[in-house]
C-alpha cells in the first residue's frame, strides 16, 4: 500500500481488427489513485482498450505509458497491471487459496500465506481458502476474481464488467464494496461497463465512449447533467431532447429565449456556450415537474402545456410520458411525494423546469444517438415541424 | 414401480452383453489356465484341475517377453505423448481454421487396415527405404538397420496407436477456458509458466485417458512385433497367439493371458493413482 502508484497515459491509441477499427485515436490520462470508468454500449472498444492497457492485445498504433514507463508493447506479465476478467476466469484446478497466492508465486514470493489470508478477509471470504472456485457462488468468485489481482498490488486494476454476471441486489452490494476496497487500498481502478448506474456510483471520472473514441469525460455529476452530445444525454440516464432556435439576438441578464415548436423556454447564457440560432434543447425527465394546470404558478419558468400520454408507478417515483400539442413526447419522473394525486392518462397537465437546468447541444446532433431503439427521426424544421423529443422509455 | 425399474432394463442389454461374452469366457480362460496334461504331448488334451504351478511355469519360460511387452507399450506411450501433446496443442489454440482439417487428418489413417498399415512401415523401415538409407548416410544407426529390431516395434506401436493419443489431449484443451490463460499471463506466467502451472493440469485428465488407451492395446498388440520385429523382440501378445494356436498349450497360454490382464490392471491402478485427477476424461 506504500508502493508510489503511478498515473496511467493513453497517448493516440489506435487498434484495428482486419478492416474495423475499434479504437480511434485514443488519448487519456487516468490519474494515480483514481476510480475511473469507461462506460459505453457494447461494441464501443472499452474492452479493448482495457486489453491493450492489461498487455492481451497489442494497439495497431500508439502508446501506452505507466508513469514515464512505455508499457506499450510488454507482455502481460511484465507489466505492474493486473485485471479482474469479465467471466472471473478462476483457475478451476487450483483452491481459493491458491488462486489469490497464484501472482505472487509467479514473482517468486514464497510467504504467501499472510498475505493471502489478509487479502481474503479483506473481501470477506475468511473461511474460503480450501474451498474450489466451482463450490462457490457467482458473487464470492467475483471476490476471488478481485482479491487474486489485488493482492499483487499493482499500479493499475482494470475491472472488465465486473458486476456482469450478478443479480441486481448482488451488483448494488458490489458497487459499494468495491468502491470501499479501492478508497482502502488507493490503486488506481479502471472500470469497463456497460451499466450508467454502475459507472456513476463507483467511478470519480467517467469516460463515456461510442464508436471506439470518448464522446465525453468529467465527474459524474458534470456528464450527467452536463452532456454535451445526444449520445451521452441519452445513453447516461434519459433526455428529452428538441431542436429549436434561439430568439433575438442580445442576450439577456436573465437567459436566452429559445423557440421549440410552439413554445418558449429560456435557459442561461451559460448554458449555449456561443451558440446561436438552431440548436438542440435538452432537460432530463426528473427536472420536469407536473402538477394540475390549475397550480401552473407554483411551476419554475419555463413552462409546457400537455396531456398525459402514460403512467408508470414504479414505487419512488411516478413516470409520465406527456403528448405536448405540438405532438412531441416529453418524459417527466415525479418523487411520490403524495402517491394519491397520480394524474391518468388523457388528464391535462402543466409541465415546468428551472431555465438551469436546461442543456444545449449542438444543432446537427442526432437526437436518437445512445438509443436502443434506432428508428430514423424526420428531419426536423425547429419551427413548423412537430417536435421531435427522443422517445422516453426507449431505454 | 415403472420408474424403479427403467434404469435396470435399461442396462440390462450391456449387462447381458458383457456376461454372455467377458465373464462367461474369462471364467472359462481361469478354469482353462489351471487344467493338467493328459499325456506328454499337448495332442493328448487336458482335464480340469486346479494346477497353479501352470501360472509359475509360464513366468518362468516367458518373463522376458513379459518385460518387453510392458517397456515397448511404455517407450511407446511416452514418445506418442511428446509427438501428441504439442500436436494436441497446435490444434487447439494455434490451428484456427485449418483445426478441423487437422483433426480429420490425424484420424484419417484409422480408415485403412491396422495390418495394412502396419505393413507400410515395413516397406518404409527396411534397410532399402530413403528413412533407413538416409539414417546410415549420416552414421546415426548402430547396426545399419531399423527393421527387425525393437526401435521398429516401438515405432510402429507408436504411429499405430498416436491419434487415441492426440484426439483426448485435444479434446482437453479445447475444454479450457482462454480467458483462464490469459489470466494466468495477466498473473506473472510466463508462457513456460503458464503451460506448466495451468494448461498442463487442466489437460491432465486428457493426458491420461491417451496415455491408457495407448498403453493398454500397445502391451497387448502382437502385429507390431510380428510384422516389424525379430525373433527376440517377441511380445507376451506373440507368446499366447502362438501357445493358443500353433502349440496348443491351452493351460499356459490362458495362464499368461491372466497374468497380463492382472498386471495390466494394477498397473493402471496405480498409474491412475499416481497422476489421476477426481474425474476421468
Known amino acids: 500500500m506504500t508502493t508510489a502508484v503511478e498515473d496511467l497515459h493513453l497517448v493516440g491509441v489506435t487498434k484495428r481488427f482486419g478492416e474495423a477499427t475499434a479504437v480511434a485515436d485514443l488519448s487519456l490520462d487516468v490519474p494515480a489513485g483514481s476510480f475511473f470508468a469507461l462506460l459505453g454500449p457494447s461494441g464501443c472498444g472499452k474492452t479493448t482498450t482495457l486489453r491493450m492497457v492489461a498487455g492481451l492485445e497489442l494497439p495497431s498504433s500508439g502508446r501506452i505509458l505507466l508513469g514515464e514507463r512505455d508499457i506499450t508493447r510488454r507482455p502481460p506479465y511484465r507489466r505492474n497491471v493486473n485485471t479482474v476478467f469479465q467471466s472471473y476466469a478462476l483457475f478451476p484446478h487450483l483452491d481459493i487459496h491458491d488462486n489469490v497466492a497464484f501472482g505472487l508465486r509467479r514473482r517468486g514470493i514464497r510467504a504467501v500465506d499472510a498475505p493471502v489470508r489478509e487479502m481474503l478477509e479483506l473481501v470477506e471470504l475468511g473461511g474460503f481458502a480450501r474451498r474450489r472456485p466451482a463450490q462457490l457462488s457467482g458473487g464470492q468468485q467475483q471476490r476471488v476474481a478481485l482479491a487474486r489481482a489485488l493482492i499483487n498490488r499493482p499500479d493499475v486494476l482494470l475491472l472488465d464488467e465486473p458486476l456482469g454476471a450478478l443479480d441486481l441486489k448482488l451488483r448494488r452490494q458490489m458497487q459499494l464494496e468495491l468502491k470501499r476496497i479501492q478508497t482502502e487500498v488507493g490503486i488506481t481502478f479502471i472500470h469497463v461497463t456497460h451499466d450508467q448506474e454502475e459507472a456513476l456510483t463507483m467511478a470519480d471520472t467517467v469516460a463515456v465512449m461510442n464508436g471506439g473514441r470518448i464522446e465525453q469525460l468529467g465527474s459524474p455529476i458534470d456528464v450527467y447533467e452536463g452532456p454535451q452530445t445526444a449520445f451521452v444525454a441519452n445513453f447516461l440516464g434519459q433526455a428529452n431532447l428538441y431542436p429549436g432556435v434561439t430568439a433575438g439576438a442580445g442576450a439577456e441578464a436573465t437567459g436566452v429565449a429559445i423557440t421549440i415548436a410552439d413554445a418558449t423556454v429560456t435557459v442561461p447564457v451559460s448554458a449555449l456556450a456561443g451558440r446561436s440560432g438552431r440548436v438542440v434543447v435538452g432537460v432530463r425527465p426528473e427536472k420536469v415537474r407536473v402538477v394540475d394546470p390549475s397550480a401552473e404558478h407554483d411551476l419554475p419558468a419555463n413552462r409546457l402545456q400537455g396531456t398525459i400520454a402514460e403512467v408508470a408507478f414504479v414505487g419512488v417515483s411516478t413516470q409520465y410520458v406527456i403528448a405536448l400539442p405540438s405532438g412531441a413526447r416529453l418524459a417527466a419522473f415525479e418523487q411520490n411525494l403524495d402517491p394519491r394525486e397520480v394524474g391518468r392518462p388523457g388528464e391535462p397537465v402543466a409541465l415546468g423546469w428551472e431555465p438551469r437546468h436546461t442543456f444545449i447541444l449542438d444543432a446537427d446532433e442526432d437526437l436518437r444517438a445512445g438509443l436502443l431503439d434506432q428508428t430514423p427521426v424526420p428531419p426536423a424544421d425547429p419551427v413548423a415541424a412537430p417536435l421531435s423529443g427522443s422517445a422516453p422509455g426507449a431505454r | ?281
Open chain 2, 1 to 281: 414401480m415403472r420408474r424403479r425399474s427403467t434404469p435396470y432394463l435399461l442396462l440390462l442389454p450391456g449387462m447381458a452383453w458383457l456376461g454372455f461374452f467377458f465373464l462367461i469366457p474369462l471364467a472359462s480362460l481361469l478354469a482353462t489356465s489351471l487344467q493338467r496334461p493328459l499325456g506328454p504331448s499337448t495332442e493328448d488334451g487336458f482335464a480340469p484341475a486346479l494346477e497353479f504351478t501352470n501360472y509359475s511355469a509360464a513366468l518362468l519360460a516367458y518373463w522376458p517377453q513379459f518385460l518387453k511387452s510392458f517397456a515397448f507399450a511404455g517407450l511407446a506411450s511416452l514418445i506418442g505423448l511428446l509427438i501428441a501433446f504439442p500436436l494436441a496443442y497446435f490444434i487447439a489454440f494455434r490451428a484456427g481454421r485449418w483445426r478441423m482439417l487437422m483433426l480429420v487428418l490425424v484420424v484419417l489413417p484409422l480408415f485403412s487396415s491396422f495390418l495394412l498399415r502396419t505393413n507400410a512401415w515395413k516397406t518404409l523401415l527396411s534397410s532399402e527405404g530413403f528413412i533407413v538409407e538416409t539414417l546410415n548416410a549420416l552414421a546415426l544407426l548402430p547396426d545399419d538397420r531399423v527393421l527387425n529390431t525393437p526401435i521398429a516395434v516401438i515405432a510402429g506401436l507408436t504411429y499405430n496407436f498416436l491419434p487415441f493419443l492426440v484426439l483426448p489431449i485435444y479434446a482437453s484443451l479445447d475444454r479450457i477456458d482462454k480467458a483462464v490463460v490469459e489470466a494466468a499471463a495477466d498473473l506473472y506466467a510466463t508462457a513456460a509458466a503458464r503451460l506448466r502451472t495451468v494448461i498442463l493440469p487442466l489437460a491432465a485428465p486428457g493426458v491420461l485417458s491417451g496415455v491408457l488407451l495407448t498403453f493398454i492395446p500397445a502391451a497387448g498388440d502382437y502385429i507390431n512385433a510380428q510384422l516389424l520385429g525379430s525373433i527376440q523382440d517377441k511380445m507376451i501378445g506373440n507368446v499366447i497367439q502362438s501357445q493358443f494356436i500353433i502349440v496348443r498349450d491351452y493351460p499356459t497360454a490362458s495362464a499368461l493371458s491372466f497374468m497380463f490382464m492382472v498386471t495390466i490392471l494394477v498397473l493402471v491402478l496405480l498409474y491412475i493413482r499416481r497422476v489421476g485427477t477426481r474425474e476421468l476424461v
